[in-house]
């Protein structure tokens, strides 16, 4: 894992830019300050305002509901619109809050960014999150919680026993025992304290065993 500041050389194969860097001369550059990703070279940035991307798994928050649209708090300064016709069911406008009201958490996919910033999203479903908690980290961060390859969330999905879903916007539910979802949120927020740590899949794997062995221990104690 390597720091990289803006103007740093990368590479000089301009094919393999990806995103976070720049093209001059016929060598990459990085554009931002952040994590250098030699995979698949890009640089993952350590500062700024969430940017949605068209494809984005993210976690919304109804703020308003216009005519046709819920109006979306994507974590991001730009906000989103959920257009009615993505509701399956034909219903009318004066029925949206029964579907999703204001103050609301969903689950969504980011289906169109224009270049006026226009942002479009899309739903499997129109549940809101009722159960579970959501806790928001850094978006720059995220990379670090999913980990190359996945690793990272394979390994909480293995170790902890809660259902936990990723926003790319920063947000995460997790759902699960009162006590497990406890360890799970002191887990992500360590990843994210120390997501510039080498070998963290190991430290965290360490952290959640033993942290699962001493509540064993307490239990049998009482």
């Known amino acids: 894992m390597k720091l990289v500041i803006p103007g740093d050389l990368l590479s000089d194969d301009v094919k393999r830019a990806g995103e976070g860097t720049y093209v001059a001369g016929g060598e990459v550059h990085a554009s931002v300050y952040g994590i250098l990703d030699q995979k698949e070279l890009r640089v993952i940035p350590l500062s700024g305002k969430y940017m949605p991307h068209t494809g984005d798994n993210v976690i919304g928050k109804v703020v308003d509901i216009s005519f046709s649209n819920w109006v979306v708090d994507i974590n991001s300064p730009y906000e989103a619109l959920l257009h009615i016709s993505e509701h399956p069911d034909r219903i009318y406008p004066f029925d949206m809050g029964q579907h999703l009201d204001i103050g609301d958490l969903f689950i969504a996919k980011v289906k169109d960014v224009d270049a006026t910033m226009r942002v479009d999203l899309t739903v499997e479903t129109f549940n809101p999150l009722r159960s579970g908690r959501i806790i928001q980290i850094s978006h720059t961060r995220i990379p ?79």
Do not use: P
Not at 169 to 193: C, F, H, P, S, Y
């Open 144 to 222: 670090r919680v999913i980990g190359r390859g996945g690793s990272m969330i394979n390994l909480l999905k293995k170790e902890l026993d809660c259902n936990i879903f990723i926003g790319q916007n920063g947000r995460i539910w997790v759902n699960g025992k009162e006590d497990d979802m406890d360890l799970a949120i002191q887990t992500l927020l360590k990843i994210e304290r120390e997501s510039h740590t080498a070998g963290l899949t190991d430290i965290v794997r360490d952290m959640i065993k033993t942290a699962k062995r001493e509540r064993k221990e307490g239990r049998n104690r009482v």
